[in-house]
């Protein structure tokens, strides 16, 4: 028993509260919750909490009475085990990797137009040609869209107007164009058409199929993108005489000067293009240009031309090749590549000849 009273009772300041402090027992004070929950299990205040007074190693008697009942006896499935790792390999392996795995793949069409295109396969050409390919109404298109791009180039050339060049195929002047007449304006052009193709020709240009090609016609075949209507005072109208907004980029309303300043950037239409500058031709890196070729000339500037050059002509026949030129081309002077052409011409019907 404490000799001290059960309360104790501290000095009161003024300036404090007051304190009451209750004495217990220290020397084996009972189990509280935080005693319990961060003791030792070998406390025996404690053990009996934890395991129902239950030493370690103790096996728990359940005080079963049925005669089929034994403490050594194991309950349970058995857990499969294998050695080989299957079961491993399922628990990292999951049912959607596998059904991606087994699933058929996906290949992007673009990589499949490639492969077929290019990947080399047994018996076919490498790119084949597919079997629509220029071929029926397509290939017919591609023939006449080239003789298109012939014809207007040559009257570009050769004629200031529309108008000038509808005359010069009108061989009979009656202001309409037959199939004869086309014919010889081709054979003038350098456009050998064979009689299929110029049927064709014919008929495409033949809207009104009337057997023959007006000046409408003839327009709206060169002029394939801009079908419109011509009217009669527009036939007199010379095409250079239009007004052009703006600066050209190709100065060819302006003469090109004789000598050139080192400044002057303007482009007079003598100028080559880029594919000139990379793949000069060999007149090209000779000082030679296309229009030293089509440039007019007398007929004895051009036979020393061809002497110069290498290119042996008798004077009968040379004056024979000037004819036929002078024939085609329709003037009594012709430039350099008009007798190169005639030349080409007799030299593939010799070697037709021979063979």
């Not at 007004?243 to 300043?261: A, E, F, K, L």
């Not at 004077?315 to 007798?339: N, T």
């Amino acid at each position: 028993m404490s000799c001290l009273p059960g309360q104790f009772h501290r000095q009161i300041f003024p300036h404090c509260r007051s304190i009451v402090k209750k004495f217990r027992n220290t020397t084996n004070p009972a189990p509280g919750a935080k005693r319990i929950f961060y003791g030792r299990a070998d406390d025996p205040d404690i053990a009996a909490h934890l395991t129902h007074s239950i030493t370690s190693g103790e096996a728990i008697n359940r005080k079963y009475d049925s005669p089929n009942f034994s403490k050594s006896r194991v309950y349970g499935i058995e857990t499969p085990h294998f050695e080989d790792g299957r079961n491993v390999s399922k628990s990292l392996n999951r049912l959607c990797d596998w059904q991606v795995k087994r699933a058929a793949k996906i290949v992007s069409k673009r990589i499949d137009d490639f492969k077929e295109k290019f990947q080399p396969q047994i018996g076919k050409a490498l790119d084949p040609v597919p079997s629509e390919f220029l071929r029926g109404k397509g290939r017919e298109r591609a023939v006449l869209a080239a003789v298109r791009q012939s014809l207007k180039k040559a009257n570009y050339e050769n004629f200031g107007m529309l108008l000038e060049a509808f005359r010069h195929y009108d061989k009979n002047g009656d202001g309409m164009i037959d199939k004869n007449d086309l014919r010889k304006s081709c054979f003038q052009l350098n456009l050998n058409l064979d009689s299929e193709l110029l049927d064709s020709l014919f008929d495409y240009c033949d809207l009104e199929k009337d057997g023959f090609i007006n000046y409408l016609e003839f327009v709206n075949f060169l002029n394939w993108k801009d079908k419109k209507a011509v009217e009669e005072f527009e036939e007199k109208v010379i095409t250079k005489g239009y007004p052009v907004c703006g600066v050209p980029t190709i100065r060819s309303d302006i003469p090109t000067p004789r000598i050139r300043r080192i400044s002057d950037r303007t482009n007079y239409g003598d100028e080559a293009n880029a594919y000139a500058l990379l793949f000069p031709s060999v007149f090209g890196q000779k000082g030679v240009y296309e229009g030293d070729f089509f440039k007019s000339r007398p007929k004895a500037e051009v036979a020393k031309i061809f002497r110069n050059i290498g290119v042996n002509v008798s004077d009968e026949r040379f004056e024979d090749i000037w004819k036929q030129a002078c024939m085609k081309e329709q003037k009594e002077e012709v430039g350099v590549q008009s007798i190169r052409n005639i030349m080409d011409e007799i030299h593939a019907s010799h070697t037709k000849d021979r063979c």
